[in-house]
């Protein structure tokens, strides 16, 4: 770097260069940059420093990551500008993290603190520090239900890293079993960081925490919490004065001092992966931290995604499961759509009614014994969609399986055909698959209606709904119809009496790689909030009994669906199988891209093709290309998105190309 020196600055003494990270957004400078220290700013200017520096004329952030005796730059070195605040912010272990979750996803080291490090708060920087609180006990432990259970707690308590999937059993008080692990390790003075999907789940496990460990050894780490409430439990954190950290998605990278465990649970809910470059998702940042501090990890949730089966299938992890009598005897009874010909005997519109007989009584018998009953809707408010009037079937587009709708009337005053939401084709001579009937009936689903629908069926009894207006945290343990939305589903006290969970099709139906995972996800997330079979509990899913994600919930097995799951994915090349990355751009932009990457010999790119609908000449806005490798070569196959989009940034085209590793949607 060439600069000026002001007025008669000299350079400290001792270890005068700063070697620091510019938070300059673009590729071709992502890379550490050398400054002088000004002998002035020689007590300030320690390493994981926020300071400011000259670059390229103008005045920049930047994180001072280590301080040397002597540069291998051949120029002249610019002198740092100013400390911003002497508070070590970034710690080693944290840079090294960022580091290399950049990396992984091939993205910047800058864009990574940016989610790592929360702005600074200059009144509360300033408050004194608190004294660090002595380890606290360790708190005794209630896993033996699971056979590697306290075998898994007895490595924590002897700082071994073990690693560990744990498929936690219906009805389980999974915050309490969480905060046993975390203060297994705080007991022997080393930090525990457990990140959950959203604030409920934040209140009841940072809750199960300060119960067990203390709350000066327990915080919350949640933007929710406000800037300043925040920035103090941060720095607690930081500080080590606080030990274990609860918190949503950012914090995986909490600093804790030392840590021994890391935890991530329901890794399989969207809410873990950031949405902001280079789109790291919780459970692969938990992982890469573990290896790199040597910490034990724990990916728990009532389900299993296949990137856990595949941890276990490869020994990375041992998996937590319970015995299978152990599993039946804390299950609900679940029902499906035509498990046995006697349902169909008893109720012949059961397949194409919404809420069919089976699932009334199952809520009848629930309420009558002054129990909740919990009704799970995919949508919220009201959802209009079309279905074949003879058998309910929900109407597919024949192109694309997208749901078709009615768009009123031609010109002519004549109804119009159907067409398809996404795919926008026209479907004049629609027939139905399962019936063949051409003959279409609108319907109206979602919460509200469904509340609606349902305060008019059992008269007197409360209803009330959990979405996106209010979500409900808890719910009394009386007689009451709760609708939820998959993911705002309340506790009930005592748990619930039932669980009806609506329009299966609308999660099984969707064009997307893990539907059925997603689908058996939030079923599975639902049902465990009901009472055991033995004690009255039942759940009727209206989906049909022989699909695969309808029978793991049956059977309550849901690592049987995540190695088929994995097996199919194996089959077809889609993730975690393989690495893969997606590319979106202009058509132009997007096939020079492609050109000019160097990937390695191994790789394969699907596509491109439109993202949108293409305009009356035939050209679209944006593409998309899949780009796959095997596992071996994902960090190959990063570092050459890495370089292309280097030298694009260097090159100042125009047109901007969004790479992601791993997406969650693929086409």
Request: neutral net charge; contains cysteine.
């Amino acid at each position: 770097m060439s600069g000026d020196h002001r007025g008669e600055r000299q350079p400290a003494a001792h270890l005068p260069v700063a070697r620091v990270v510019v938070d300059v957004p673009l590729v071709h400078l992502d890379r550490p940059f050398d400054y002088l220290v000004p002998e002035a700013l020689d007590a300030d200017a320690v390493p994981g420093c926020r300071l400011r520096v000259r670059f390229a004329g103008q005045l920049v952030d930047a994180y001072l990551l280590e301080r040397a005796e002597r540069t291998e730059h051949g120029g002249r070195l610019s002198y740092v500008d100013r400390v911003v605040s002497p508070e070590p912010v970034l710690a080693p272990e944290i840079a090294t993290l960022a580091r290399a979750v950049a990396d992984r996803y091939g993205g910047t080291m800058i864009d990574v603190l940016r989610l790592a490090v929360p702005p600074r708060h200059a009144r509360v920087e300033k408050e004194p520090p608190a004294e660090p609180p002595p380890p606290p006990e360790a708190p005794a432990s209630s896993w033996e239900r699971y056979p590697r259970g306290d075998a898994f707690l007895e490595a924590l308590r002897s700082g071994r890293a073990a690693r560990a999937v744990w498929q936690a059993l219906p009805g389980e008080d999974w915050p309490t079993r969480l905060a046993e692990a975390a203060g297994s390790v705080a007991a022997q003075g080393k930090g525990a960081v457990i990140v959950v999907p959203d604030h409920r789940d934040l209140a009841r496990v940072h809750e199960a925490c300060v119960r067990l460990v203390g709350a000066e050894t327990a915080v919350a780490l949640s933007a929710e919490a406000g800037p300043a409430k925040r920035y103090r439990a941060w720095l607690a954190v930081r500080r080590g004065v606080a030990r274990v950290v609860v918190g949503t998605r950012a914090a995986a990278f909490a600093p804790v001092v030392d840590p021994g465990l890391l935890v991530v649970w329901d890794d399989g809910d969207d809410l873990h992966a950031e949405p902001r470059s280079p789109y790291p998702h919780v459970r692969d940042v938990l992982a890469i931290r573990a290896h790199n501090a040597g910490a034990a990890m724990l990916v728990g949730g009532f389900a299993r995604t296949a990137e856990a089966q595949l941890s276990v299938d490869t020994g990375w992890a041992h998996e937590i499961v319970a015995a299978r009598d152990t599993v039946r005897a804390a299950a609900p009874r679940v029902t499906a759509i035509g498990e046995h010909e006697s349902q169909d005997a008893r109720d012949p519109a059961a397949r194409a009614a919404r809420i069919p007989s089976v699932a009334y009584q199952a809520a009848r018998e629930a309420l009558t014994a002054g129990r909740p009953v919990l009704v799970q809707v995919p949508r919220r408010g009201y959802v209009p969609g079309l279905a074949c009037q003879s058998c309910r079937t929900p109407a597919r587009c024949r192109r694309c399986a997208g749901p078709l709708a009615l768009p009123g009337r031609s010109a002519d005053g004549e109804p119009a055909p159907p067409y398809c939401r996404w795919c926008g084709a026209v479907d004049a001579a629609f027939r139905c698959a399962a019936c063949g009937s051409r003959r279409l009936r609108a319907v109206v689903i979602g919460a509200r209606r469904t509340a609606e629908e349902l305060g008019r069926a059992f008269t007197g009894v409360p209803v009330r709904t959990s979405g996106a207006a209010e979500v409900l945290s808890t719910v009394d343990g009386e007689a009451a119809l709760v609708v939820a939305t998959p993911g705002a589903e309340p506790v009930a006290g005592g748990g619930y009496g039932a669980a009806l969970l609506l329009d299966g099709w609308a999660l099984l139906a969707r064009a997307d790689l893990r539907a059925s995972e997603e689908g058996l996800r939030r079923w599975m997330t639902a049902a465990a909030l009901v009472r055991p079979a033995p004690d009255g509990g039942r759940v009727v899913v209206m989906a049909e009994s022989g699909l695969a994600p309808v029978q793991a919930l049956v059977r309550w097995d849901p690592v049987w669906h995540a190695s088929q799951e994995l097996a199919a994915r194996k089959e077809v090349g889609f993730p975690p199988a393989v690495r893969m990355s997606s590319v979106d751009g202009p058509p132009a932009t997007l096939a020079v891209f492609l050109d000019d990457v160097e990937l390695p010999p191994s790789a394969e790119v699907l596509g491109p093709v439109p993202l949108g609908e293409p305009d009356h000449e035939g050209n679209t806005e944006t593409e998309r290309a899949l780009i796959r490798v095997p596992r071996a070569d994902g960090r190959a196959l990063a570092a050459a998105l890495h370089a292309a989009q280097a030298t694009r940034t260097a090159r100042k085209e125009p047109d901007p190309v969004r790479v992601r590793l791993d997406p969650l949607e693929l086409i």
